[in-house]
């Protein structure tokens, strides 16, 4: 069943998520762009009818500035760590040296938003409908302290980061006269890519000839996965 929670003014973000960070290269959610007024629908977006009128409704409100629109079911995964190896064997006269990496201290951090423009629609005539109708293929993005394989952080994490996820974007908003009080010149649509944040540190156990000397932490990761994206409007007036 498709579930709707909405944040703003007094409400908080009901989708498990931790205080919003920052990081290089896209911006934080609730960042002073977006007031902080927005709204999120948990839905299938395999399936854009079934949020299609909801998506509507909320861009049409000017009290809302953005409205997120998340996979559910990228919510509800519960990565579960698990070992992996990696055959990195170095040889030697006297015995093989192995190393087995694995993944810990999963944990899921703030909803973020990629400044990359997924698509976009603009108009200068008031009463005007913008739609977005488009499918858009989104990388994981992953950045690590040490070098591993995508296999060992895949396992980790319970989904595959080597494959793109694909996001259909779908929504329309008619062009107002006046927003806020203020007579509308332009309205543009925009939709851009939210992910989820997932932190994690790597350990690596080491075994030289079959004796074995332990796990131990080898450095750290953070993996941005593709669940959804952000619809927002911007104007200009006369």
Not at 22 to 31: D, E, I, Q, T
Not at 44 to 73: A, H, M, Q, R
Request: hydrophobic share 30%; aromatic share 8%; proline share 4%.
């Amino acid at each position: 069943m498709r579930k709707k929670t909405v944040k703003g003014l007094c409400f908080g973000l009901a989708v498990a998520i931790m205080a919003p960070i920052a990081l290089s290269g896209g911006m934080p959610v609730f960042a002073a762009e977006t007031s902080e007024r927005t709204v999120t629908i948990l839905a299938d977006l395999s399936n854009p009818e079934s949020y299609k009128k909801e998506l509507e409704t909320f861009l049409s409100d000017e009290s809302i500035d953005g409205v997120y629109v998340i996979d559910e079911n990228s919510i509800n995964t519960s990565p579960i760590p698990q070992e992996k190896v990696n055959d990195e064997n170095n040889n030697n006269t006297k015995a093989i040296t192995t190393y087995t990496y694995r993944l810990t201290n999963v944990n899921k951090g703030a909803l973020y938003n990629g400044n990359t423009l997924l698509a976009t629609a603009s108009s200068n005539e008031p009463g005007t409908t913008l739609s977005i109708s488009t499918t858009k293929s989104v990388a994981h993005t992953v950045s690590n302290s040490v070098n591993v394989s995508d296999g060992v952080i895949s396992a980790g994490l319970g989904f595959n980061i080597s494959k793109s996820v694909s996001v259909t974007i779908s929504g329309s908003r008619t062009v107002p006269t006046t927003h806020n009080g203020r007579k509308v010149a332009t309205m543009t649509l925009k939709a851009y890519p939210t992910y989820q944040i997932y932190t994690y540190t790597i350990q690596r156990h080491k075994s030289i000839g079959g004796v074995n000397y332990g796990w131990s932490n080898y450095g750290t990761g953070t993996c941005k996965r593709p669940i959804g994206f952000f619809f927002t409007s911007s104007y200009t007036y006369k």
